[in-house]
């Protein structure tokens, strides 16, 4: 089996400041995931990559940034954060690159914007 | 665009009883049909998937889809405490990413 590592579990911030969320994955998939959550409401994508150096944005993806260096991670950046924002990120892997595999979802990260 | 729409919103059912689910999506070249399950504070997990028309049954769970009517559903039989959670059903067209519902969040009462 393998395991999903997100980083930092709590991010608190300020408005107007550049966040930084990091996800590692050891199951040697493909593609990885970010999604955010809010409330304990559906999954929204915000970015997608199916291969190290490669990006695909969801339809959440205006305000952030990614990377995919590695094949083992990928990492999300608020480039704004919002004042008041509360949501959980969550970072996800597939074995295939296309939708139709089961995705692993990460512990996630918690956001707030004071 | 794909748009995935889940029923009822929250809802509460005794234990032993049967639990459905609704999903609906709004693009017939959809392929892959999946459903989640969440419990408070920890990751999505899958549960069942499906590709074609009909039943796929694993268990207590029970995936129905029929995609003339763009609907599928989850049914869970003798629906246990340990199945209070938020669940969440996922879309997805060839070689697009998943796309996920609403979520319904369901209480278990003992």
């Known amino acids: 089996g393998g395991i999903i590592t997100q980083t930092p579990k709590f991010l608190i911030g300020q408005e107007g400041q550049k966040l930084t969320l990091k996800c590692q994955q050891n199951?040697?998939?493909?593609?990885m995931y970010w999604y955010r959550q809010d409330s304990g409401k559906g999954l929204r994508l915000i970015y997608y990559?199916?291969?190290?150096?490669?990006?695909q944005k969801g339809d959440l993806s205006e305000g952030y940034d990614a990377s995919r260096e590695k094949k083992s991670s990928f990492s999300l950046t608020v480039t704004s954060a919002q004042k008041n924002e509360m949501a959980v990120f969550l970072c996800?892997?597939?074995?295939?690159?296309?939708?139709?595999?089961?995705?692993?979802f990460g512990p996630g990260t918690r956001l707030t914007v004071l | 665009q794909q748009k995935v729409q889940q029923s009822p919103e929250s809802l509460i059912v005794p234990e032993g009883a049967m639990t459905s689910l609704n999903c609906t999506f709004s693009?017939?070249?959809?392929?892959?049909f999946a459903w989640y399950r969440q419990h408070s504070g920890k990751a999505p997990k899958a549960l069942m998937s499906?590709?074609?028309?009909g039943e796929k049954e694993e268990g207590r769970f029970t995936i129905h889809l029929n995609k003339a009517s763009l609907h599928f559903s989850l049914h869970i039989r003798d629906s246990q405490p340990s199945d209070s959670a938020l669940y969440l059903c996922?879309?997805?067209?060839?070689?697009?990413?998943?796309?996920f519902g609403t979520g319904t969040t369901v209480s278990v009462s003992p």
């Open positions: 996800a892997s597939s074995i295939g690159r296309t939708g139709g595999y089961e995705q692993y």
């Open positions: 199951f040697n998939h493909d593609t």
């Open positions: 990559s199916i291969t190290e150096n490669d990006l």
């Open positions: 693009d017939s070249a959809s392929q892959y």
């Open positions: 499906i590709f074609s028309n």
């Open positions: 996922a879309v997805s067209m060839g070689g697009r990413a998943l796309i």
